[in-house]
């Protein structure tokens, strides 16, 4: 599943590589206040599920997905530990059976156009197009635009501070991921303070922008 609309509703996706749980529940109230509500916590630590666990149970107005779903596993543990949706940086048919069974929206990835038009064969309007910058970026968007013009795409991957407005003004791009967002190391040092200027910096140029 991915509904154009619901990946649009947020145009910038905070990825975050959390190291400790015992961080997930202010992590997520700093973002929510800042008014980002989707969330993506990457499946890249010991306590990413736990961390969803938490943010699910704990902090109900944060829309908690699991990245790095890489496999039937890491999907079923996702749903299991409450993740309203899901990220892969790949689309195998494997991936995509166990991300379709999961009933929750995805974000499948690509980074080609045969793949992207696989994803296109098989019902996806949004994909994640992963890694964006080290895969051609805003020229890639641009040519992929004008052949495969139904599918919208998530970049994540070297998106920052400096080029995600030009990303977001492009028309088949739905929302932006990134780790500038909420950076593991303010996270560790529990710099919410920081955390909250750079989440607040994103939404206001966000409504600025529109
Ligand atoms: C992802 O998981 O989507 C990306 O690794 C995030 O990449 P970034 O750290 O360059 O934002």
């Known amino acids: 599943m991915s509904a154009p609309d619901y990946w649009r509703s947020q145009p910038v ?3 975050v590589v959390i190291n400790d749980s015992a961080n997930a529940v202010q992590l997520a109230r700093t973002l929510v206040d800042a008014g980002l509500l989707k969330i993506e916590i990457t499946l890249r630590t010991e306590a990413a599920l736990k961390s969803i666990e938490l943010i699910a149970n704990e902090v109900p107005e ?3 997905g699991a990245g790095t779903v890489v496999n039937e596993k890491t999907a079923q543990s996702a749903l299991n530990a409450g993740a309203k949706y899901l990220v892969s940086p790949g689309a195998t048919p494997s991936v995509l059976a166990s991300l379709d069974a999961t009933k929750l929206p995805y974000l499948p990835g690509a980074a080609t ?5 696989l994803l296109v064969e098989h019902g996806i309007s949004t994909a994640k197009f992963f890694p964006a910058v080290e895969s051609g970026g805003i020229a890639w968007l641009k040519a992929v635009s004008s052949v495969i013009p139904q599918l919208s795409f998530c970049p994540t991957g070297g998106i920052s501070p400096s080029n995600y407005q030009d990303f977001l003004a492009l028309p088949n791009v ?8 909420a950076p593991s190391k ?3 040092e529990q710099n919410w303070t920081e955390i909250s200027k750079l989440s607040n910096a994103v939404f206001n140029n966000e409504n600025n922008g529109k």
């Open 174 to 181: 739905a929302c932006v991921g990134g780790s500038w967002v």
């Open 186 to 188: 303010l996270i560790a």
């Open 62 to 64: 944060a829309i908690v």
């Open 13 to 15: 996706i905070p990825v």
């Open 113 to 117: 156009v045969s793949e992207a038009l």
